[in-house]
C-alpha cells in the first residue's frame, strides 16, 4: 500500500502562485508514476500534470503548459505542483495519485484531495 497526503491548497487571487504538496508513504519502490488531476464543481476529473517515480519524463495538459511544474524531492518522497500565473479557471479540487508498476490500471492511489480556489 500507498499513502498519499497532499497540502498548500488554499484561496489566492489570480496570478498569485501558489505549491501543492504530495507526501508518498509506504511501498512507494514499487510506483511507476504519479500525477495530479483536478475536478471543478460539475466537471469530470482531468489529469493536470504527471511523471515517473524514477525519472525525469513529464506530461502536461495543455490548459496548464507553461504555467504550472510537477517536481519531486527524492529524499523526502514528496511531489509538487508548482503553480504559476494561476487562473480562475484553475479553481478545483485537486488530488495527487500513483501508479505502481505492472499494474493494469494507471494510477492505483489516491490522495484526500486540496480545494484550490483562485479569485479574479
Known amino acids: 500500500q500507498v499513502q498519499l497526503v497532499e497540502s498548500g491548497g488554499g484561496t489566492v487571487q489570480a496570478g498569485v502562485s501558489l505549491r501543492l504538496s504530495c507526501a508518498a508513504s509506504?511501498?512507494?519502490?514499487?510506483?511507476?508514476?504519479v500525477g495530479w488531476f483536478r475536478q471543478a464543481p460539475g466537471k469530470e476529473r482531468e489529469l493536470v500534470a504527471a511523471r515517473l517515480w524514477i525519472g525525469s519524463h513529464t506530461y502536461y495538459a495543455d490548459a496548464v503548459k507553461g504555467r504550472f511544474t510537477i517536481s519531486k524531492d527524492n529524499a523526502k518522497n514528496t511531489v509538487y505542483l508548482q503553480m504559476n500565473s494561476p487562473k480562475p479557471e484553475d479553481t478545483a479540487v485537486y488530488y495527487c495519485a500513483a501508479g505502481v508498476v505492472g499494474s493494469d490500471e494507471s494510477y492505483n492511489f489516491w490522495g484526500q484531495g486540496t480545494q484550490v480556489t483562485v479569485s479574479p
Open positions: 509506504g511501498r512507494t519502490a514499487y510506483l511507476r508514476r
